[in-house]
């Protein structure tokens, strides 16, 4: 195995694998070549991983494609045979649950509270989907006397799955396990900043007897293994998440290639609103939590606040004290709710953006500055006096900053609120059923949380609406991306002309 001995707060040293993971085995890359893994508190080194190129890329699709030809052990085994391989990576990772936390706070720098409800929802949705293999099932579909049609849903072939860094392995699992379930293999590329937890992942796929071929996972860039797996000619479908930029190459190369199926995961802008009837206590509790979970580095990550005009100073006052008392530091203290940012890129990136915000004008209510000397820490940011066309109310920050404006009524904030080219999540809190539904439905985004934030479950479907996305992940919607139909008919009669 192609490795190095680490050194984890908690679990003390374990051998992590850096090879490229092909054919159940931890390979070096063809090139030779390697990249530092930079831990996001200390601004470290960790490690080096090998890094795929293009080659690498074939390499791995052709492992791929070897598993998926039919005859092979893989498609030899029953679904429920399928499905357990997927319940057994479960207990897998149910196992090893402290191991692939740390290594996920290490290399990502999320907290490790917040890393084990990751690994938590991985097991739940390696189980979902393992429940579901010998649950995809065709119809009968009668036309006429004498004929006999039927439809299959069969397994779209090898997939290409490119991850991005916020939830390195819940991405994972969340591409992963459907694909498993539907009977398809996957070579994963993650991103480059959080390769670490993915591959103890794919140690565990072969512990739990997964065929080599079936599962590939490729550490690299996006403008070589990324651009090769969206271009490759004998990849069938490719499967991102990651900015609305790059969706939209992958789209492009998806289509002037072999037009393989293409979903897309992307960015977002989404508005969180809040009614004068709401539970105070219990809407600041969860606009705190919507913005500043995982340090703001989520797609659905609840960045417009919009607060009723009744109650707009009031809650300002309280969301500041609360936001105030966040725990921002070591990830590995289990007080911590944020860590630092993943990268010097993306620290860079959202500083900018507080720069903007108060240039145009904005006023900053708390934070709005760096944290510490050490580490791409960001104290956790409330803009105030935010005007509608600003850029830190248009654009994805992606970091913990958020911006807060007054409405009047529900039809003035359903306008606004829709002004954006996202839709991927939005939330509203009211005590009235009459306001959560009429606002609920005339909402443009994939999911609405009506008195709650983030509360995603691997059985109910996420995408996004516009520029959003492409698609739906998780519940039965996810089987439709891995599969395709094929419909049978049977004529009965004999000759007909
Ligand atoms: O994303 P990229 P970045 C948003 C967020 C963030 C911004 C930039 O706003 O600030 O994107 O982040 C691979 N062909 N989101 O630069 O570049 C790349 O290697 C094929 C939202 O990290 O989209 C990585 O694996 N692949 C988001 C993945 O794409 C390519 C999560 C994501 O990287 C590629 C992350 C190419 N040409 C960022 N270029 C979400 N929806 O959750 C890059 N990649």
């Given amino acids: 195995m192609v490795s190095v001995t680490l050194e984890v707060p908690g679990i003390g040293k374990y051998e992590q694998p850096t090879g490229l993971f092909i054919n159940n085995e931890f390979i070096k890359g063809k090139k030779g070549q390697e990249f530092e893994v930079i831990n996001p508190t200390t601004e470290k080194v960790i490690c080096k991983v090998h890094e795929a190129t293009e080659e690498d890329v074939d390499i791995a699709v052709a492992a791929a494609r070897k598993a998926f030809k039919n005859g092979s052990e893989y498609r030899n085994m029953s679904t429920a045979a399928r499905g357990k391989?997927?319940?057994?990576?479960?207990?897998?990772?149910?196992?090893?649950?402290?191991?692939?936390?740390?290594?996920?706070?290490?290399?990502?720098?999320?907290?490790?509270?917040?890393?084990?409800?990751?690994?938590?929802?991985?097991?739940?949705?390696?189980?979902?989907?393992?429940?579901?293999?010998?649950?995809?099932?065709?119809?009968?579909?009668?036309?006429?006397?004498?004929?006999?049609?039927?439809?299959?849903?069969?397994?779209?072939?090898?997939?290409?799955?490119?991850?991005?860094?916020?939830?390195?392995?819940?991405?994972?699992?969340?591409?992963?396990?459907?694909a498993i379930a539907c009977g398809c293999t996957v070579v994963l590329k993650t991103a480059e900043q959080t390769p670490l937890g993915a591959l103890?992942?794919?140690?565990?796929?072969?512990?739990?007897?997964?065929?080599?071929?079936?599962?590939?996972?490729?550490?690299?860039?996006?403008?070589?293994?990324?651009?090769?797996?969206?271009?490759?000619?004998?990849?069938?479908?490719?499967?991102?998440?990651?900015?609305?930029?790059?969706?939209?190459?992958?789209?492009?190369?998806?289509?002037?290639?072999?037009?393989?199926?293409?979903?897309?995961?992307?960015?977002?802008?989404?508005?969180?609103?809040?009614?004068?009837?709401?539970?105070?206590?219990?809407?600041?509790s969860w606009v705190n939590f919507?913005?500043?979970?995982?340090?703001?580095?989520?797609?659905?990550?609840?960045?417009?606040?919009?607060?009723?005009?009744?109650?707009?100073?009031?809650?300002?006052?309280?969301?500041?004290?609360?936001?105030?008392?966040?725990?921002?530091?070591?990830?590995?203290?289990?007080?911590?709710?944020?860590?630092?940012?993943?990268?010097?890129?993306?620290?860079?990136?959202?500083?900018?953006?507080?720069?903007?915000?108060?240039?145009?004008?904005?006023?900053?209510?708390i934070g709005g500055e760096r944290h510490g000397d050490v580490g791409y820490f960001i104290k956790p940011t409330i803009f105030s006096n935010v005007k509608h066309d600003m850029k830190i109310m248009q654009e994805e920050i992606f970091g913990p900053v958020c911006a807060i404006a007054k409405f009047k009524d529900a039809d003035e904030v359903v306008e606004v609120a829709n002004d954006t080219l996202y839709g991927l999540a939005a939330a509203v809190h009211t005590k009235n059923l009459n306001t959560a539904i009429k606002v609920s439905d005339a909402l443009k985004a994939g999911t609405v949380w009506v008195n709650s934030y983030n509360l995603l479950h691997w059985s109910l479907p996420f995408g996004g609406f516009r520029q959003s996305g492409i698609g739906r992940e998780l519940g039965k919607a996810a089987l439709d991306n891995y599969t395709q139909v094929k419909t049978v008919s049977i004529n009965m009669k004999g000759a007909m002309f």
């Fill in 85 to 178: 391989l997927l319940l057994d990576l479960a207990t897998l990772f149910e196992k090893n649950i402290d191991l692939l936390a740390s290594v996920e706070s290490l290399d990502n720098g999320k907290s490790i509270t917040m890393a084990k409800g990751d690994i938590g929802a991985c097991i739940g949705c390696l189980r979902y989907y393992g429940g579901w293999a010998d649950k995809i099932h065709g119809k009968v579909i009668t036309t006429a006397e004498g004929t006999f049609s039927y439809t299959k849903r069969e397994p779209i072939g090898v997939c290409g799955q490119i991850i991005p860094w916020n939830f390195p392995l819940l991405m994972w699992a969340w591409k992963i396990a459907p």
């Fill in 200 to 284: 103890v992942a794919a140690s565990l796929c072969k512990e739990a007897g997964f065929p080599p071929g079936v599962v590939n996972i490729i550490s690299g860039f996006g403008k070589t293994a990324g651009a090769a797996i969206a271009s490759h000619m004998d990849i069938d479908k490719v499967a991102f998440t990651g900015s609305t930029f790059i969706g939209r190459t992958i789209m492009k190369a998806a289509a002037s290639s072999n037009l393989k199926k293409v979903t897309l995961e992307l960015g977002g802008k989404s508005p969180n609103i809040v009614f004068d009837d709401a539970d105070i206590d219990d809407a600041i």
């Fill in 290 to 365: 919507g913005i500043f979970y995982n340090h703001g580095q989520c797609c659905c990550a609840g960045s417009r606040i919009y607060v009723q005009e009744g109650i707009y100073d009031k809650f300002v006052q309280r969301f500041k004290e609360r936001a105030s008392q966040n725990v921002v530091g070591d990830p590995f203290d289990p007080k911590t709710f944020q860590g630092p940012q993943v990268s010097q890129l993306q620290y860079d990136r959202i500083m900018d953006y507080i720069k903007i915000g108060k240039e145009e004008g904005a006023t900053v209510e």
